[in-house]
């Protein structure tokens, strides 16, 4: 009796383990990228941080946020130039910000009833209101012509805690970096 238990243990164990990694695996955003395949990347060592951009409902804390995550990453891998004439890319980053709203509607409903008279219960509509960030780095030669791009849905403004915030937006900015051509 006790092997039973034992083997039913051990199934019921690897199963989770099996569903906890797939969990894990499926937790990073993709991250879509387009270039200019005829740019060539190996001669880029230094770079220029312009002037991040921002469109829909986003705070100035959000864009400082957003450029200091992207300097951070980017000066592990690159110099910073001091001014844009002398970098080898530019670098732009944005975050778009659209409010949403999702409306989710109960299947489960019963009715019944003869004829015109009859009795039933609907369950009442969920309406769940959102915000949706995309961050985008853009990867510019110095007469300003697209090299490179990169963007991916952000999931910062989850995190009350500003700290929380910033670590997670390095993250999603190493993620980005991490899909650029290495020089």
């Known amino acids: 009796m006790s092997a039973i238990l034992r083997s039913t243990f051990l199934l019921r ?6 569903v906890v990694l797939l969990a894990s695996c499926a937790s ?14 190996s001669n880029l060592h230094s770079y220029y941080l312009l002037d991040p951009l921002a469109t829909g ?20 891998r690159y110099m910073a130039a001091d001014n844009a004439e002398s970098a080898d890319f530019l670098v732009r980053v944005q975050l778009h910000s659209v409010d949403k709203v999702a409306v989710y509607d109960d299947t489960l409903a019963f ?14 509509l969920h309406v769940r209101e959102y915000r949706e ?4 780095m853009d990867v510019l030669s110095p007469d300003n012509s ?3 791009s990169g963007s991916l849905r952000s999931t910062a403004a989850r995190y009350d805690d500003p700290v929380q915030r910033q670590q997670q937006l390095r993250e999603e900015m190493a993620q980005l970096l991490g899909r650029f051509p290495l020089n």
Do not use: C, H
């Open 13 to 18: 164990s690897g199963i989770l383990a099996l």
């Open 28 to 41: 990073a955003p993709p991250v879509a990228v387009d270039y200019d395949p005829q740019a060539d990347f």
């Open 57 to 76: 409902p986003v705070s100035p804390l959000e864009i400082k946020r957003m450029k200091r995550a992207a300097d951070d990453i980017l000066r592990q």
């Open 146 to 148: 697209p090299l490179w």
């Open 111 to 124: 009715y019944g009833g003869y004829r015109y008279w009859g009795f039933g219960w609907r369950a009442p």
């Open 133 to 136: 960030n995309t961050l985008v």
